[in-house]
């Protein structure tokens, strides 16, 4: 009887200790299973060189530097011809020409008049040698003689009036073609075939392949710190990678619109992708607002949109960057002020000062006070 009561409490102490066990193996199972916070890595950029000037971009329009009008200098009826904007001219090339049948028939009607004048010119001349002579030998008068002159004269003048005139039609024949001045790309076609057009009518506009320049309006601080020859960089909208070096040719004085002063660059080199029409963006430096500042890149700056201000004329931009504290291994939010733009840096002017490790990856998926992991700097 004694073996029959112990055994069951026996059997429940063991059970007992049984269900003890799995529950603290369980429990250190969990203990393990538990993910350990994640220490993300951070790349920074070192605070460290001295910026003292930003760059400001304007959109514009490539444009010739010269348009050069070519048109006949004598009126008449047009050829048919055959031109088209974007064509490439070689100097001398044909542009357009008139219908030279009835220059032709001028030409003609102006040689029959001097052939009419040489003989008059001739006629009087001999009635003039007889005069002379009958007047020595006393048959004739004075005043034949002198009737006889004003004769010859009078043909010897229309003979030379005849023959400018035959120079000036067969001139005019000559001008019925229009050829390129100069090695051209085709702007504009302003007349069509077949029409009658007056002497000095636009037909054509031309402009050489290895001048061009852009031109933009600017605020009257940034007009101020502008001086004719300073150098800009020219970027073209659809071929990023193609730049060109630029000055400054002109500042207008007078403003087109109200504080908006024109500003026209002209480039110092060509490329073989440049048309007219063209959409580039002018590159110029100016001062920055402060002294100097610090270049950081764009990708350091906090897109949250919780802080900063785009800023404006009288007011620098507002960002917030991410600064790696290294006592405490974390990072921590701080306030710049962003002074302008250079390449693809972003300028800061307050906020910053040097030996700062500013975040310049995965800001996005960092927080005020995390800690984070060192990886590198760059300069």
Same mark, same amino acid.
């Given at each position: 009887?004694?073996?029959?009561?112990?055994?069951?409490?026996?059997?429940?102490?063991?059970?007992?200790?049984?269900?003890?066990?799995?529950?603290?193996?369980?429990?250190?199972?969990?203990?393990?299973?538990?993910?350990? !916070?994640?220490?993300?890595?951070?790349?920074?950029?070192?605070?460290?060189?001295?910026?003292?000037?930003?760059?400001?971009?304007?959109?514009?329009?490539?444009?010739?530097?010269?348009?050069?009008?070519?048109?006949?200098?004598?009126?008449?009826?047009?050829?048919?011809?055959?031109?088209?904007?974007?064509? =490439?001219?070689?100097?001398?090339?044909?542009?357009?020409?008139?219908?030279?049948?009835?220059? =032709?028939?001028? %030409?003609? @009607?102006?040689?029959?008049?001097?052939? +009419?004048?040489?003989?008059?010119? =001739?006629?009087?001349?001999?009635?003039?040698?007889?005069?002379?002579?009958?007047?020595?030998?006393?048959?004739?008068?004075?005043? @034949?003689?002198?009737?006889?002159?004003?004769?010859?004269?009078?043909?010897?003048?229309?003979?030379?009036?005849?023959?400018?005139? #035959?120079?000036?039609?067969?001139? *005019?024949?000559?001008?019925?073609?229009?050829?390129?001045?100069?090695?051209?790309?085709? *702007?504009?076609?302003?007349?069509?075939?077949?029409?009658?057009?007056?002497?000095?009518?636009?037909?054509?506009?031309?402009?050489?392949?290895?001048?061009?320049?852009?031109?933009?309006?600017?605020?009257?601080?940034?007009?101020?710190?502008?001086? /004719?020859?300073?150098? @800009?960089?020219? =970027?073209?909208?659809?071929?990023?990678?193609?730049?060109?070096?630029? %000055?400054?040719?002109?500042?207008?004085?007078?403003?087109?619109? %109200?504080?908006?002063?024109?500003?026209?660059?002209? #480039?110092?080199?060509?490329?073989?992708? #440049?048309?007219?029409?063209?959409?580039?963006?002018?590159?110029?430096?100016? !001062?920055?607002?402060?002294?100097?500042?610090?270049?950081?890149?764009?990708?350091?700056?906090?897109?949250?949109?919780?802080?900063?201000?785009?800023?404006?004329?009288?007011?620098?931009?507002?960002?917030?960057?991410?600064?790696?504290?290294?006592?405490?291994?974390?990072?921590?939010? $701080?306030? /710049?002020?962003?002074?302008?733009? $250079?390449?693809?840096?972003?300028?800061?002017?307050?906020?910053?000062?040097?030996?700062?490790? %500013?975040?310049?990856?995965?800001?996005?998926?960092?927080?005020?006070? +995390?800690?984070?992991?060192?990886?590198?700097?760059?300069?």
């Amino acid at each position: 009887m004694f073996n029959n009561k112990t055994v069951p409490g026996g059997a429940m102490k063991r059970t007992a200790w049984v269900i003890l066990a799995l529950t603290f193996l369980g429990a250190c199972r969990e203990e393990r299973a538990a993910p350990e !916070p994640v220490v993300r890595g951070l790349k920074v950029h070192e605070v460290a060189e001295v910026e003292r000037v930003q760059t400001r971009r304007f959109p514009s329009v490539l444009e010739p530097s010269d348009l050069t009008v070519l048109s006949f200098e004598i009126g008449g009826r047009m050829a048919e011809f055959d031109l088209d904007v974007g064509q =490439r001219l070689a100097e001398g090339d044909m542009v357009a020409q008139l219908d030279p049948e009835a220059l =032709r028939l001028q %030409v003609e @009607a102006a040689e029959a008049a001097v052939a +009419q004048a040489e003989a008059s010119a =001739r006629n009087t001349a001999e009635t003039l040698a007889r005069q002379q002579e009958l007047l020595q030998r006393g048959t004739t008068t004075r005043v @034949a003689v002198d009737d006889a002159k004003a004769q010859a004269d009078s043909a010897a003048a229309a003979l030379l009036q005849a023959q400018k005139s #035959l120079e000036s039609a067969e001139e *005019n024949l000559g001008k019925a073609e229009l050829r390129a001045p100069f090695e051209g790309i085709v *702007n504009s076609v302003d007349a069509t075939a077949f029409a009658t057009i007056g002497a000095g009518t636009p037909i054509a506009t031309i402009y050489s392949p290895d001048g061009f320049e852009v031109s933009f309006s600017v605020s009257f601080d940034a007009a101020t710190e502008l001086v /004719v020859g300073k150098p @800009a960089t020219i =970027r073209l909208a659809d071929r990023p990678d193609v730049t060109l070096p630029a %000055v400054v040719s002109e500042i207008g004085s007078r403003a087109d619109t %109200v504080s908006s002063f024109p500003i026209v660059l002209r #480039l110092e080199d060509t490329h073989p992708l #440049l048309k007219a029409g063209m959409a580039v963006e002018a590159a110029i430096d100016f !001062p920055l607002p402060a002294r100097e500042g610090y270049p950081i890149p764009i990708a350091a700056l906090i897109k949250d949109g919780q802080s900063g201000s785009p800023g404006d004329a009288q007011t620098p931009a507002q960002a917030g960057v991410y600064v790696y504290e290294a006592g405490s291994s974390t990072v921590t939010r $701080r306030m /710049v002020t962003v002074g302008g733009i $250079r390449e693809n840096m972003v300028v800061v002017i307050d906020g910053l000062a040097p030996g700062d490790l %500013v975040a310049s990856a995965g800001v996005t998926f960092l927080k005020e006070g +995390q800690e984070v992991k060192l990886l590198g700097s760059e300069g």
